[in-house]
T-cell receptor, first 114, second 115 residues
Framework: ETGVTQTPRHLVMGMTNKKSLKCEQHLGHNAMYWYKQSAKKPLELMFVYSLEERVENNSVPSRFSPECPNSSHLFLHLHTLQPEDSALYLC?????????????FGPGTRLTVT | QQPVQSPQAVILREGEDAVINCSSSKALYSVHWYRQKHGEAPVFLMILLKGGEQKGHDKISASFNEKKQQSSLYLTASQLSYSGTYFCGTEGANAGGTSYGKLTFGQGTILTVHP
């Protein structure tokens, strides 16, 4: 299934800019996630939303601000980022299966902070 | 604490087999396997649950040893399309519907299949 889309696919921003990443899922799922993937590091969970309510904030700095207006859309608002925030940001959505969650990922936004 | 995958990298010729392992130091509820090709989204491969239930692709098989907190992914008769980075994600034993799929991922295993 490839029903999770992310825009933009690439983003270059300065440290003083404000930008937003968008994720949309067309799978009818009710949970959505933001992950950070840095070079040579494991995937890091940032935020989890279930039925539009944030259920997990994994000690993420406040310069990252998520928003989930409905079960199909998820945003990640960025402001005053640091160069070490450059990474691939992946969105995922999931459905409940046998008491766990089967997650499907989008292609990611490659973010470069200059 | 993140699971540890082994090996870190493996090189195969088409038709050869490979096993990728994922080990955790904590008791697990589920193990999830994904494959990611360069510049693409991670693709779901398998879920294995404590108790034996599993779900995944027909051509991929895996095992989950609950006592050892270890899972193995078996890639048989490899094809060129199997190349990519394989990740395991683990869910703690106290989860199960309440953790909303909060997974801790391993560092990945790079698989390269040559003709």
């Amino acid at each position: 299934e490839t029903g999770v889309t992310q825009t933009p696919r690439h983003l270059v921003m300065g440290m003083t800019n404000k930008k937003s990443l968008k994720c949309e899922q067309h799978l009818g799922h009710n949970a959505m996630y933001w992950y950070k993937q840095s070079a040579k590091k494991p995937l890091e969970l940032m935020f989890v939303y279930s039925l539009e309510e944030r259920v997990e904030n994994n000690s993420v700095p406040s310069r990252f601000s998520p928003e989930c207006p409905n079960s199909s859309h998820l945003f990640l608002h960025l402001h005053t980022l640091q160069p070490e925030d450059s990474a691939l940001y992946l969105c995922a959505s999931s459905r409940l299966w046998a008491s766990t969650y089967e997650q499907y990922f989008g292609p990611g936004t490659r973010l470069t902070v200059t | 604490q993140q699971p540890v995958q082994s090996p870190q990298a493996v090189i195969l010729r088409e038709g050869e087999d490979a096993v990728i392992n994922c080990s955790s130091s904590k008791a697990l509820y589920s193990v999830h396997w994904y494959r990611q090709k360069h510049g693409e989204a991670p693709v779901f491969l398998m879920i294995l649950l404590k108790g034996g239930e599993q779900k995944g692709h027909d051509k991929i098989s895996a095992s989950f040893n609950e006592k050892k907190q270890q899972s193995s992914l078996y890639l048989t008769a490899s094809q060129l399309s199997y190349s990519g980075t394989y990740f395991c994600g683990t869910e703690g034993a106290n989860a199960g519907g309440t953790s909303y799929g909060k997974l801790t991922f391993g560092q990945g295993t790079i698989l390269t299949v040559h003709p």
